[in-house]
C-alpha cells in the first residue's frame, strides 16, 4: 500500500518531498512478502466469499464486479510502469495463473452452477469455464481428480486470465524505483509517535532499531501503511476517527511442496468454500506459486494464533490495543462470533498429518512426505463499532482518514494488496480533494479507465484485459 501510494504521488507530484520509514530491515517483510500471502491477483474469478447466496437464494454479483474491477486498475497502472520502465520484467512479479473454483456435494455444486450462470453474462468474466465432467477437470487440473472417489458430486469453474503475484518482488521494484525519483527509504527506523502540531502539520516522532537514535521529522502528510500496527500508530496520534477500532490478529500456515511431479500437473489457483466458522481469508486453496522464477505449490491457509499484530510484533499488541471507546465493540465481537473461536481452536489442533489429511479433500492422492509447513503472514481483522449491533468483525480493507486529511491510515486483509491501486485512488480523493482535478490528466494516462467502470462497456472491458495481457506478458 505504502508503495503505491509513493509511486503514485511521484507520478503526481514529483516537486513533493516523500520519505518512508519501515523498522524492519528491508521492505516488504510483513504482508507483502511473498511467502506471508497467497500471491492471488484478487479479482473474483474463484474466491466465492464475494459472491455469497441470498437468504432467498439468489446470487448478486455486484461485490465480485467491483472487485474485479479495482483489479483491472491495478493491472493497468502496472502495466503502465512497466512501459515506463519503473518495473522490472513482467514474469519477476506476476505470471499467468488460470483461477479455479472447485466444490463437492450436491448443495455447493447447485450454487456453483448457479453462480457461473450469473457470472457468465459480464463482460468482466468472459471466459469463464463450467464443467462436473471428471475428464475435463482432469485436463484442467489432475491433481484434483486422481484417487478421487466415484459418484462423488462435484463441480467446478475455470477463468484462464487468472494470475499469481510476487507482492514481495513488486513492492521492492516500486520503492526502487522510488529512490531512483530521489525518494529516501529508511530501512531499521521505527515511529514511535504522531502529534498534530498547531499549524496542521504532523511530528513524526522515531528511533533507529539498530543504535537507539532518536529523531523527527515533520510532515503535512502522513500515511501509516504499518500492516496490523497501523492501529497503534493511529491510536497514538489522537485523532478521533479511530475511536472505536480494534483488530483481532489471525496467523496462519501453508503446505507447500517443490516436488517436480507435483508442481508439473498443477497450474492453477484452485478456491473452495470455507469451513463453517472460518473467516472469509482462512478459504482453502491450491495454488501454483512463482517465487524468484522457482514454481511450488501451496494449500491452506490453517489458521493459527498469536497475539502479535505482526510476524516480527510485540506479544502485548492484543492487550495494548484496547481502548475505552474499543473494548465494547470488541467484547460484543467475541460474544457474538463462538463459531470463529471453534474454527480456531480445531485449526490450533491439527497436525501435521492432520493438514495433509485437510489438503487430501482437494488432492486424494496427496501424501504426507512430499508437503512441508511453512509460516504465513498475521492478518488483523478490522473489529469496529456498529450503531446497530455494538460491535462488527469486518473482513477487507478499510482506510481510516482524519477529519482534515492530513493524516490515514490502511486496516484490515484481502483482497488487500490485489486491489491496493483502487484503495490509494481513493485515498487521494479524500486528503487531497483540491488537488485531484489537477491529477486527473496523469491519472488517465496511468490508469486509462480511471473515472469509469469496464464491465458496463464490454468492448472498453475486452480491449483493456487485451492490452494489459500484452503489458504485463499474460496468456489470457
Known sequence: MSATL??????LQPDWKIVVYERLSDVGLESSNA?????TGHAALCELNYMPEGPDGQLDPAKAISINEQFQQSRQFWA????KGVLDEPKTFINSAPHMTFVRGEKDVAYLRKRYEVLKKEPLFEGI?????SRVINKWAPLLMQKRRKGEPFAATRVPAGTDVDFGALTHQLFDGLKERGVQVVTNREVRRLKKLSDGTWTVKWRDTIGRT?????ARFVFVGAGGWALKLLQRSGIPEISGYGVFPIGGQWLKTTNPALVSQHKAKVYSQASVGAPPMSVPHLDTRVVDGEASLLFGPFATFSPKFLKNGKVTDIVAQVRPGNI?????VAWDNPSLIRYLVGELLKNHAKKVDSLREFMPSAKDEDWELLQAGQRAQVMKKDPKKGGVLQFGTEVVTSQDGTIAGLLGASP????AVSIMLGLLKSCFPDRIADWEPTLKELIPSYGETLNPRPEAAEETLTETAEALALTA
Open 6 to 11: 509513493g509511486t503514485l504521488l511521484s507520478e
Open 35 to 39: 511467502w506471508n500471502n497467497a500471491g
Open 80 to 83: 503502465s510502469l512497466v512501459e
Open 129 to 133: 469455464e463450467y464443467s462436473e465432467d
Open 214 to 218: 532518536p529523531g523527527y521529522t515533520n
Open 328 to 332: 465494547a465493540p470488541m467484547l460484543k
Open 416 to 419: 488487500g494488496a490485489s486491489t
